[in-house]
Nanobody, 127 residues
Framework: VQLQASGGGLVQAGGSLRLSCAASERTFSIYAMGWFRRAPGKEREFVSAISWSGDNTYYADSVKGRFTISRDDAKNTGYLRMNSLKPEDTAVYYC?????????????????????WGQGTQVTVSS
């Protein structure tokens, strides 16, 4: 599956953005999806993930309560709604996906759990 991330941009602190991740496959419903980010000079880190059914969502502590992950399988698209953005949220955001897996629910935060990656979209939050 090919993934296309979009929706990044420049926003002031406290503002909001919605990232989208469009998948090329019509069978997107069998894929779990995750969002990761890489800030300048830092390692890639887990942000959020959603199961293939959409019933289970997971968040990094740093974004919990501010970010919301969702999916619309009819549109083959996943989303990351980001509210109350902070300068420390500045990073390139990547969406990732993987097919149904017995281990995903345990290792959803590991980049190695995802077989497919989008190209990234830049989010810059000014203070």
């Amino acid at each position: 599956v090919q993934l296309q991330a979009s929706g990044g941009g420049l926003v002031q602190a406290g503002g909001s953005l919605r990232l989208s991740c469009a998948a090329s496959e019509r069978t997107f419903s069998i894929y779990a999806m995750g969002w990761f980010r890489r800030a300048p000079g830092k390692e890639r880190e887990f942000v959020s993930a959603i199961s293939w059914s959409g019933d289970n969502t997971y968040y990094a502590d740093s974004v919990k309560g501010r970010f919301t992950i969702s999916r619309d399988d009819a549109k083959n698209t996943g989303y990351l709604r980001m509210n109350s953005l902070k300068p420390e949220d500045t990073a390139v955001y990547y969406c990732a996906a993987t097919q149904v897996s017995l281990t995903w629910r345990t290792y959803y935060a590991a980049a190695s759990s995802y077989a497919y990656w989008g190209q990234g979209t830049q989010v810059t939050v000014s203070s």
